[in-house]
């Protein structure tokens, strides 16, 4: 989980939540290349934002849940 005061601060402010979570997940190198079920929860207070990005293994069916929590 990461919970950030805002995505201006954190340098994203030419991107949408989904793409700050997708870059940190990254960055992070959170999971297995072979067997990726992780996840990363980001929070942004001042943006009363939130992002589920979901690892390479889940199903397509938990995208859709997974962005009704935003």
Do not use: C, T
Not at 20 to 27: G, M, P, Q, T, V
């Amino acid at each position: 989980m990461a919970i950030i005061p805002s995505l201006a601060i954190h340098g994203g402010v030419n991107y949408s939540i989904e793409q700050n979570a997708s870059e940190l997940f990254n960055h992070w190198s959170i999971g297995w290349q072979n067997l990726n079920y992780s996840l990363l929860l980001l929070i942004s207070k001042e943006d009363r934002k939130a992002r589920i990005e979901l690892g390479a293994n889940w199903d397509r069916e938990y995208d859709y849940q997974a962005k009704q929590v935003g």
